[in-house]
């Protein structure tokens, strides 16, 4: 096995037992990013003299013999709409191409405070807005597990480069679904934590009230070792939560016995595909021979999320977008122009592609004057209820356990001509970001060789149950995740 293929959390023991150094991990991963990028396309930038440069300095922390951070010396992808400074950040746009942020977010400054080995910016559905990783300007990523599918959207670079072994951990961010579903498509883990349990300085918004900030890994306990880095109050980010910050990594290890689970009626109903069906209630199985207490809930306005997701989530994005005018940074056509408002009907039109001007225009539209209490108001109400069904629904359980998907990962094109179709793949991760709660994907089977993703859903601010549940079934499940079993 190369070492790029190895989990944050051995490579981790390695390096502090000294049985390999991070330039030599370095190494690896940009042999295999030669070796698989040109198929998977999960970066938008590759950053290697400074990932080497990282690497370096990682390895002279170790030879002080000084306590240092879990992930000094491992490979970290940053998806490209969180800033860094003095690299690209586009957000897979035309509109940002050469945009060069002056400094860091919050997350990228913790990472490589921590030793982190900054590998490339990862390839992404422009300004976050898709499920597929298929609307990037620099041309859609592939899952390496099938280069013929997508490997889920919007964080798809970020769930590919890990799968492929381009890197080690990715951070990404979610808000409808963008790290688990991509975690789902590509058979790695991935979690949104809480809304305002990381810092969304210096990310790139697209819905503010929506948008997370979490982390990819191959494990529960890889995820774990990131969240300790990147969690934490920002009092630069007014959304950022002054609550104390677990151990997440120290804590996981425990067994379930008496964890009540939670199943939600609702997400469980038609359209599930049978397959992931079947994979998810075998590891609801499994938890619930190994002590956990499975109890059957409702959450009956569950089935208004994604509708209330696309209203509010265009609306805050016609608002975030309008910056993006020609003016103050990102490109400016060359079109002749006779007026302002001619340059940033020019700007606009040439750098947004199709699905961003969708959604913008949708989003303008529910505000204006006449529609704003027929659909955004209202769709605040329902929102409301959505978040009221789940602190009714966690008065009987610890956490919840859902699919991430109602389908397998489709192949590049298949729905791009359907966008309500398209939209629907959120259905069961969107009425997270609208009740701010943390969840995570985990992979729990395959079906006909397609990874099948299972979320585990916590109360707010209690990732720690999330991962508890999330590690016990990865260990307990062990080899019988792999290979290709309902279907076969």
């Known amino acids: 096995m190369e070492l790029c293929d190895i989990s944050a959390t051995d490579l981790a023991r390695m390096l502090r037992k000294r049985e390999i150094c991070s330039r030599e991990i370095t190494e690896s991963v ?16 590759e950053t290697k003299d400074l990932a080497l440069r990282c690497a370096d300095l990682a390895d002279k922390r170790f030879k ?5 951070s879990p992930i000094n010396g491992i490979p970290v992808a940053i998806k490209d709409n969180l800033c860094t400074k003095g690299i ?20 990228v400054d913790k990472v490589l405070k921590s030793g982190g080995v900054l590998v490339g910016k990862t390839n992404m559905d422009e300004f976050a807005m898709g499920s597929s990783c298929e609307n990037s300007a620099f041309g859609p990523a592939r899952n390496p597990v099938d280069p013929d599918r997508v490997p889920g959207g919007s964080s798809g670079g970020s769930a590919a480069a890990v799968a492929a072994g381009e890197t080690v951990l990715a951070i990404g961010s979610d808000t409808g679904g963008s790290i ?7 058979g790695v883990t991935g979690i949104k ?5 990381v810092s969304r300085y210096g ?15 191959r494990s529960v306990e890889d995820c774990a070792m990131l969240l300790d880095v990147i969690c934490g109050h920002d009092k630069r980010d007014s959304t950022s939560v002054d609550i104390r910050k677990p151990h997440f990594q120290g804590s996981i290890d425990r ?5 009540r689970i939670g199943l939600p009626e609702e997400y469980f109903v038609e359209g599930l595909d049978d397959g992931v069906r079947t994979e998810v209630m075998n590891a609801v199985m499994t938890l619930e021979k190994n002590g956990a207490e499975i109890i059957e809930i409702s959450l009956p306005y569950s089935k208004y999320a994604i509708s209330v997701y696309y209203l509010v989530a265009t609306a805050e994005a016609s608002s975030n977008l309008a910056r993006y005018d020609g003016v103050k940074y990102g490109i400016r056509s060359s079109n002749p122009f006779a007026d302002s408002i001619g340059m940033y009907e020019e700007t606009r039109s040439e750098g947004f592609g199709k699905e961003v001007k969708r959604r913008i225009m949708l989003g303008t539209y529910v505000l204006s004057a006449g529609y704003y209490d027929a659909y955004y108001l209202k769709a605040q109400k329902v929102r409301a209820l959505i978040q009221e069904d789940f602190s009714r629904a966690f008065e009987k359980v610890d956490c919840m356990i859902t699919p991430v998907s109602p389908c397998l990962p489709f192949r590049l094109g298949e729905r791009m001509a359907d966008p309500l179709h398209m939209y629907l793949v959120d259905v069961y991760t969107a009425s997270l970001n609208l009740s701010g709660l943390p969840g995570m994907s985990i992979n729990c089977g395959f079906v006909d060789g397609l990874p099948v993703g299972m979320q585990v859903i916590g109360k707010a601010f209690d990732e720690m ?6 590690d016990a079934y990865e260990k307990l499940a062990g080899d019988n995740r792999k290979g290709n079993r309902t279907g076969s």
Not at 64 to 68: D, E, H, L, M, S
Not at 88 to 107: F, M
Not at 465 to 470: A, E, K, Q, Y
């Open 64 to 68: 002080t013999g000084k306590k240092v």
């Open 203 to 217: 990310l790139v918004s697209y819905a503010s009230s929506l948008d997370q900030v979490g982390a990819f890994g």
């Open 193 to 197: 934590p809480t809304y305002g349990r």
């Open 255 to 259: 067994d379930i016995k008496g964890i």
């Open 180 to 186: 688990r579903l991509p975690a789902a498509f590509c």
């Open 30 to 45: 940009f042999r295999r990013i030669e070796e698989k990028e040109d198929i998977i396309n999960a970066f938008i930038i």
């Open 88 to 107: 690209t950040t586009t957000c897979g746009s035309r509109i940002l191409e050469n945009y060069v942020p002056p400094y860091n977010a919050t997350v």
């Open 465 to 470: 149950t999330v991962l508890r549940v999330g």
